[in-house]
């Protein structure tokens, strides 16, 4: 099953600084089999927070990581049944949200407006379809959207509207 892994921190002045610090667990995990793709990037609204995102991966390579990050990690993993993350990953903007459930709501309750906003989302302008959404295996009251934009500009006017 497909997997991606985001891996969000606090990111280290050699990280903000140069996003190649990953090299070394970029190697690593090229090199794991099942590996299909990997994405980093530092969060254009606080600047302070990196990502790390792999797909197909599920070997522990986070002490790699390490050297990236002042603090500790927040992990989710989601699996992609049905769709493929790749385009909006790929895009030029990814927007990553995470919702956090009100307790006593289960994922399964909720996902029909999943299914609405993703479709809503796939047809808005300057989106890179397919977005995803999933909910966390680690953490049962989270689930992650991820959706491609043009730019940072299209994404801030979509959420807007």
């Not at 792999?54 to 049944?81: C, I, M, N, W």
Request: hydrophobic share 45%.
């Amino acid at each position: 099953m497909f997997t991606i892994r985001r891996i969000a921190f606090t990111a280290s002045t050699s990280f903000a600084s140069d996003a190649n610090i990953f090299s070394v667990p970029l190697g690593i995990v090229r090199s794991t089999p099942g590996f299909v793709s990997a994405f980093r990037g530092l969060q254009i609204d606080d600047g302070k927070t990196g990502y790390f995102i792999t797909g197909g991966v599920y070997s522990d390579f986070q002490a790699a990581l390490r050297p990236a990050a002042t603090g500790e990690f927040e992990v989710h993993h989601v699996h992609a049944d049905a769709v493929n993350p790749t385009t909006a990953l790929s895009a030029p903007t990814t927007e990553f949200v995470l919702f956090t459930l009100k307790t006593g709501v289960a994922p399964a309750e909720i996902s029909p407006f999943f299914d609405d906003l993703a479709h809503g989302l796939n047809a808005a302008s300057g989106a890179h379809p397919p977005c995803l959404w999933a909910p966390s295996k680690v953490s049962g009251n989270h689930i992650l959207v991820f959706v491609g934009w043009d730019t940072v500009q299209v994404c801030i006017i979509n959420n807007l509207s």
